[in-house]
Nanobody, 123 residues
């Protein structure tokens, strides 16, 4: 099983980045996917989640209206489009996969995790 996240980088406040995550070694289309982030000295926190059909999406209030999660089950990818970035969005971003759709905003729900990609937003 592998989840590879990429697309992070350094951006100025107000800018945009698009993160992508590619899954392999498990039936991607039957897993719920999420994005989390962890800033230095802080707990890992929920950012966004998308069920296996992608009909609905879920966001933390801090990113609602600025971030968009999407998935392509034909390519085994889940993306996070991040607009209007703020310095407080600076963190390592992780994609994760869960077989069960319960408590999608809790880290313990997820079975597999990617290695993380750094996002730094300068003021």
């Amino acid at each position: 099983v592998q989840l590879q996240a990429f697309g992070g980088g350094l951006v100025q406040a107000g800018g945009s980045l698009r993160l992508s995550c590619v899954g392999s070694g498990f039936p991607f289309s039957t897993y719920y996917m999420g994005w989390f982030r962890q800033a230095p000295g802080k707990e890992r926190e929920f950012v966004a989640a998308i069920p296996w059909l992608g009909v609905r999406t879920y966001y933390d209030d801090s990113v609602k209206g600025r971030f968009t999660i999407s998935r392509d089950n034909t390519k085994n990818t889940v993306d996070l489009q991040m607009n209007s970035l703020r310095p407080e969005d600076t963190a390592v971003y992780y994609c994760a996969a869960s077989r069960a759709w319960s408590h999608y905003d809790k880290t313990e729900t997820y079975d597999y995790w990617g290695q993380g990609t750094q996002v730094t937003v300068s003021s």
